[in-house]
């Protein structure tokens, strides 16, 4: 048997974009994925955008006791800024009402929320402005962390400033994925800079409003592994890590940006604009904890011709194609268990054994169907093993002292992902969208109700 440590959260994780629904309804404002939907919904597979969601909006009452059904002590999702905030000034009272309804039930379940501010849903308002490029950005993100932690801050006591804030940077300023799905290296920089001020800031403004709370933010981690040991493959894992990982994860728990950080970005002309006062902030607002979103490692190699200076970050790191890559049937990602162990010893190690909770798991499956038993329950073992291979590793990590209180699988029930819609499936529940919305359990479900309530397996 492995026993996790006492008090250890057994959770999972969402987000308030994919699973509330009435996206521009109850006093709402358009975020820049309903203002993409509406203007490109060929983008969206299927044509599914954001109003389409698992409703919790709705459905949040009967949903809280499926927490507790399947054992869950802890669970986490987001404000959704522009429900809250629709033009960043005034408080949508709705909203307050339906959050603080939502939040008391979960508690009232026994179950602790954690409860983050950012998942990549980009108010329109702000957007018009420039968005995460202008620096008006960090005030603005700073007065809606500070309206949320006042409006809920007697019942909330652990929150996070953002959600993997790397991916709105690459998918919307490098790769495509994200609006405003443009391409260039030097706003993403810029974009990246101010979202780790408006992430500073926040902290600062939950300070002086909720001193006895905790906050952290959460990080998607995919540690880099070099081709070779040969110093140009070496040097590919070293930017990689630097500007993939370390560039959130320094400034948050050691209150620096790197000094290699910004000779690279000084060297490929990337500086974004700053304030002087910025380090010192940074420097006086570290968090009290890390969340880290595992799903698959990042394989790199020297780049073969890269550009001077860098247009793209594979000027500074190419993808490798590792030869033993075990890849993920249903959804593409490569698996990697080992890399949540040797994530765990280097947050021991090299971050002072910082207090951190694996935030998101999980495996993505397209047409699950396919598993469905005659009872209508999705036999989803590959699932089951996944966590537990990845659990694995995590036990060893503890064992050996990294101070980790906490695993969150990704997700609680079916949900909507991003341009993706419904196609990769991650939840215990499976989300029957023709059939008003029914949630069944699925076999993983109950397999990790007693991972819950035995704390180990
Ligand atoms: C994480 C995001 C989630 C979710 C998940 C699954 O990176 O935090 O929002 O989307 O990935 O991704 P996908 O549905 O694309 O497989």
Redesign the pocket.
């Known amino acids: 048997m492995k026993t996790f440590p006492k008090n250890f959260l057994w959770g999972t994780a969402t987000?308030a974009p994919?699973s509330e629904g009435h996206s521009l309804q109850n006093g709402k404002s358009e975020t820049t994925w309903d203002y993409w939907f509406k203007t490109n919904p060929e983008k969206f597979h299927e044509n599914q955008g954001p109003e389409n969601t698992t409703n919790i909006y709705e459905m949040y009452k009967e949903d809280c006791k499926k927490m507790k059904e399947i054992g869950l002590n802890s669970f986490r999702t987001s404000i959704s800024w522009a429900r809250l905030l629709p033009d960043g000034k005034h408080v949508n009272q709705e909203a307050v009402t339906f959050y603080r309804d939502y939040f008391e039930r979960i508690l009232e379940e026994g179950v602790q929320p954690i409860i983050n501010l950012f998942?990549f849903d980009m108010p329109m308002w702000l957007m018009e402005k420039g968005g995460w490029e202008n620096r008006e950005s960090v005030d603005a993100f700073a007065f809606y962390a500070k309206t949320a932690f006042e409006l809920f801050g007697d019942l909330i006591d652990s929150w996070t400033t953002f959600?993997?804030p790397i991916?709105h940077i690459e998918c919307g300023y490098l790769n495509g994925a994200h609006y405003p799905a443009i391409h260039d290296f030097k706003k993403a920089v810029q974009v990246g800079y101010h979202t780790l001020m408006a992430h500073t800031y926040a902290v600062k403004a939950f300070r002086e409003v909720m001193p006895k709370g905790r906050i952290g933010i959460i990080l998607?981690i995919t540690p880099a592994y070099a081709r070779s040991e040969q110093p140009a493959d070496q040097v590919a894992k070293e930017n990689a890590d630097l500007l993939t990982m370390k560039s959130f994860l320094d400034p948050a728990v050691k209150g620096l940006i790197p000094e290699p950080l910004i000779q690279l970005i000084k060297k490929h002309d990337l500086a974004p604009e700053t304030m002087v006062s910025d380090k010192e902030a940074i420097k006086e607002n570290t968090v009290d904890f890390i969340g880290l979103?595992y799903?698959q490692p990042l394989r790199v190699q020297a780049p073969e011709d890269p550009h001077f200076p860098a247009q793209d970050p594979e000027d500074l790191f190419a993808p490798y194609d590792w030869p033993e890559k075990r890849i993920n049937p249903y959804?593409g990602w490569e698996i990697y268990p080992k890399a949540i162990y040797d994530v765990a010893m280097m947050i021991k190690n090299e971050y002072n054994n910082f207090p951190w909770y694996v935030s998101?798991n999980g495996m993505?499956v397209a047409n699950e169907e396919r598993f469905l038993d005659e009872q209508g329950m999705i036999q989803d073992d590959y699932r089951i093993d996944f966590m537990k291979e990845h659990l694995d590793y995590l036990y060893q990590g503890i064992q050996e002292g990294s101070n980790c209180f906490g695993y969150h699988t990704?997700t609680f029930i079916d949900c909507w992902?991003?341009l993706?819609g419904y196609r990769?499936r991650?939840g215990f529940y499976r989300l029957e969208s023709d059939k008003n919305f029914t949630r069944s359990l699925k076999k993983s479900g109950l397999w990790y109700k007693e991972v819950a309530q035995n704390n180990g397996y």
Do not use: A, I, P, T
């Open positions: 987000s994919q998942h959600n993997e991916v998607n979103n799903y959804r998101e993505g990704w992902s991003w993706n990769n991650y």
